[in-house]
């Protein structure tokens, strides 16, 4: 196991990227036990899953 705390920290230098040296990050999920790019969707359902909201359930014990 890495323990993190002890790794020197990294440079505070903010990066800077020109568009042409970006790359777009492409989103997949699961569906109906599927992994599939959320791009493939049709616009109701990227719709959809742009509504999707996050949750931590509290744990037992």
């Not at 790359?23 to 599939?36: A, L, S």
């Not at 616009?43 to 014990?61: I, V």
Request: with cysteine; aromatic share 10%; proline share 5%.
């Amino acid at each position: 196991m890495t323990d993190l705390s002890i790794q020197p920290q990294l440079a505070t230098a903010e990066v800077q990227l020109r568009d042409e040296e970006r790359t777009r990050c492409e989103i997949w999920t699961r569906v109906m036990g599927y992994h599939r790019p959320v791009t493939s969707f049709n616009t109701g359902k990227q719709g959809e899953f742009a509504e999707r909201t996050f949750f931590n359930e509290p744990g037992r014990g």
